[in-house]
T-cell receptor
Framework: DTEVTQTPKHLVMGMTNKKSLKCEQH?????MYWYKQKAKKPPELMFV???????INESVPSRFSPECPNSSLLNLHLHALQPEDSALYLC?????????????FGDGTRLSIL | AQSVTQLGSHVSVSEGALVLLRCNYS??????LFWYVQYPNQGLQLLLK??????LVKGINGFEAEFKKSETSFHLTKPSAHMSDAAEYFC???????????????FGKGTLLTVNP
């Protein structure tokens, strides 16, 4: 069982919808990440939060809006997505973001844009 | 910028045979190195990591990897493949001297391992 929980597991939405992805961890980690993964490709980093503050935004379009309400929760708000945004969205966490610490991944939300 | 090369996008072995998945990195300064496995419809699971110390690292599920600085390599091995090892494997590095690239992992393109009965 993964220690990083993502909901929902699957999401289908139209291009005009607003939805949110949720990620939760109870390992006491202080760094949390969002990745996007297309089929047969490695994960691509989108955002990093460190101590509940956004520290990295990899030039992600504004239709993706991250939020970190507390140290255990990470949300990704979605609005006006495009078909090319269909992918597996992975959340990860690490102890406090130092480079020698492994990241722990959730099982992802598989997003389909109609 | 750091880069990671995984030689062979697809490796096929027989059950019980040796598994060897190759990973080379580009940094002249030894980075931190990780191997992750991804089973179908799941996230990434850490197999093992190298940060400092012993260059032969043992991980979960019988896997191990050896850091070779002279070859800038971190190949993953397992003496005897099981059917359950079939998955996608990613090598990843983080560069302790990358300055503004804190928190980032650079992933290889992945190697799909299939195990034949």
């Amino acid at each position: 069982d993964t220690e990083v929980t993502q909901t929902p597991k699957h999401l289908v939405m139209g291009m005009t919808n607003k939805k949110s992805l949720k990620c939760e961890q109870h390992m006491g980690h202080r760094a949390m990440y969002w990745y996007k993964q297309k089929a047969k490709k490695p994960p691509e980093l989108m955002f990093v939060y460190s101590y509940e503050k956004l520290s990295i935004n990899e030039s992600v379009p504004s239709r993706f809006s991250p939020e970190c309400p507390n140290s255990s929760l990470l949300n990704l708000h979605l609005h006006a997505l495009q078909p090319e945004d269909s992918a597996l969205y992975l959340c990860a966490s690490s102890q406090d973001g130092l480079l020698n610490q492994p990241q722990h991944f959730g099982d992802g939300t598989r997003l389909s844009i109609l | 910028a750091q880069s990671v090369t995984q030689l062979g996008s697809h490796v096929s072995v027989s059950e019980g045979a040796l598994v060897l998945l190759r990973c080379n990195y580009s940094s002249s300064v030894p980075p931190y190195l990780f191997w992750y496995v991804q089973y179908p419809n799941q996230g990434l699971q850490l197999l093992l990591k190298y940060t400092t110390g012993a260059t032969l690292v043992k991980g979960i599920n019988g896997f191990e990897a050896e850091f070779k600085k002279s070859e800038t390599s971190f190949h993953l091995t397992k003496p005897s493949a099981h059917m359950s090892d079939a998955a996608e494997y990613f090598c990843a590095v983080s560069d302790p001297y990358s300055g503004g690239s804190n928190y980032k992992l650079t992933f290889g393109k992945g190697t799909l391992l299939t195990v034949n009965p």
